[in-house]
């Protein structure tokens, strides 16, 4: 599942798109995720991975969002196979595969181009309790700093000749032991030390903090916003009212 | 004996971090590694066991090539104590912890039984014996860590960072434990930034900078080169910024402070 | 006891639930505004539990038999809660990867301000102050992961900074940092009590870094003290390195030969000072 993770990892960037409010970015990830499912044929959907591709194409992902591509469809060739095999419908069972391809893209697009700070701006949109929030952004902020724990543990280990590959299904699971009884312990030493360190700066002292930087959508954002929305209904109308393009 | 032949390592994220090293420690040698944090030090250790492997160049261990074994194998010979025990403690007793690298190196059990006494009595900790390596102090669980490498008794002994988080009276111990090694012929690499912790043990210093090693040589020549401290950002020895700043002085900087205290005594005594 | 003190520990008294010893045992210290006070001792003599008693995680967070009585600038801590406490009095931590939250610098050096509620306007400039009091204004995008050890603890610092602590608690500060690094840090540090006038209590075992900036040194043994002096006064006393603190080793020889008559004990003298007293003595 590795290669997932790398469609939906936010590294940092500098287009327009990056710089539009993450609602808006939302906003048009979730009108493009619907839009997919909308779609009755193959020809449609291929429309609207061209108009995701336009959208890669702006924000500067290009060739990031084109990896993610590839990558899913060698999995939706399974999704493909396995339709195929129940429904003997050759161009639903195509629909499908590519529908998932679209689906992945289509939030990949929202994540690798928000921010962990954007995205915890639009939980409190949201109205999520601060809790949730936080142990959402804390999370997010030691997944580098436990993968480095991690590689520390098992370089330990190894050079206590301790050999992670060795044996079968049940002696690997048991050589994981040395690893994660350290990652725990690290885990809990760890947030012990968070939670002093949040209590020590006043964490929870009022029932509504206040917040530094504001999102406030600016004119372009807002028009941004508008035209996606027009663009979804125009598509939306045309998928329902105008006849659908067959596959050739 | 461990050689390095122009070895290159390049991270991930694409931080080139060695450059080129080239370097010999012979059998026996005591050997301190210094340089500014990232300058290269913990990469260049772990390429001795084999954790990671030169992108461009050759490790050499005893004349084997790190490529051509497993860290397992290299680390019977090569004992690496990294810096955060935190990192690798985990057994229900101190016992059972030191036991862990022996067994994995199959040792038949009377010896395990042998050395695990040996490394607790040398280390003063027969009184935890049975007790989680867990609930011991920051020193104690240094200790532990070092026991647990001596007790498998490697011909060269790796020590990262070992007097952070240590006061004085642990380094006085933690210094005794590096003269033992010297005496018993092991090769010893101490990577530090403590100075004044390396400059009483007298080694050869490794100096390394972004990637490379900038200085090779006996500690009194390599902490008498300003230049060459100043651009690595390595701190100078009390001692040895005494030892420059009188006019007249003997030839070598003085080992310690009652090395200098003779000194003074004969020179300005009137 | 002067009113003008900052901080005062009178009789306290603290063990730990279940725990068979106290962990600081009848403590008293009084601090005058405006000192760089370090605490030394061997691992485990009580001082990371003394400093938890000064910032309120004793007994707010930490519960335990308390006695005796701390007071930050005559307020007990006791009774003041966390959200006054934290704007009194700032601490930083060892490791400075756990004392950050946020994902740009700026975010969370303005942490603690969000937490009290300070408006956003008066926010914007407070967090910039402290970026600026630390240098690090040019890093104020960046990300945690981004930075350099020493970078992240002037990350942590400001944060600290940004709540306009009067007494700021430094723990074991330069630990993970490399001398060069660490001694920055300690000039940063003089710097802001010269600026600021902020008074800094600091445990560190690093001696020689802090005995130049040092106003007092205050030794620990087994949750009591056991000396208390400047610098020059616990260094040169007979007792200093049977509690495992670290003599600079000029200083053992500045002894040693004061001892011998050769040079004077009066302050306690760098590398360089000390070999032109010697010479100046001799001509």
Redesign the interface.
Known sequence: MMWLSGGFVFRRGDSVYHRLDPRVKLLISALMFVTTLLVRSVYELLIVIAFMVAVAAVATVLRRVGRTMALTASFSAIIFLINLAFTRNLESSFLYAIRFVAIVVSTSLFFITTSPDELEQVMKTFRLPRDVVFAFVTAVRFIPVMMLDTIQIMDAQKSRGLELEKGNVFRRVRNMIPVLIPLVVNSVVRSGELAEAMESRAYGAVPRPTSLVQYRASFRDRAVAVAAVAIFAVAAYSFYYVLPVQFP | MIEFQDVTFVHQNGVKALDGVTLKIESGETVALVG???AGKTTLV?HV?G?LKPASGRVLVDGQDTKAT???RL??KV??A?Q?P?????SESVEEEMS??LR??GFPPEVVRNRVAWGLELFGLEEYRKSSP?VL???EKKRLTLA??LA?DPDVVILDEPT????????ERLAGTIKLLKSAEKTVVVVS????FL?PIQPRVVVMKAGKVVGDGPAPRIMQDEALLASA???Q???V??H????SKPLEPFA???E??RW??GA??? | MKLTNILDIEGLTFRYPEAPKEAVSHFDLHVPEGEIVVLAGPSGCGKSTLLRTVNGLIPHMYSGDYSGEVKVAGASVKGTDMRDLSQRVGFLFQNPENQIFMFTVERDVAFGLENIGVPREEMRGRVDEALRLLGIASLAQRAPHELSDGQKQRVALAGVLAMRPRLVILDEPTSLLDPKTAGDLVALVAGLRKELGTTFVVVEHRIDLLVKVADRLVVMSEGKKVLEGTPRDVLFGEEAESYGVATPSVTKLQKMLAHDGLATGGALLSPAELARELEERQR
Not at chain 2, 193 to 196: K, L, M, N, V
């Open positions: 500014e944090n990232g772990k066991t954790l497993s860290t397992a680390s019977r004992g690496v990294f955060n935190d990192h690798q403690l985990f862990f690298a994995n190196f867990l102090s920051g020193g647990c490498i498998w952070v988080g240590q006061d004085s009276l642990q380094k930034h403590d100075i004044e400059w950002r390595v701190a020895p009390q001692l910024e005494f420059r700043s009188l006019s310690d402070a009652l200098a205290r003074v005594e300005f005594r009137p």
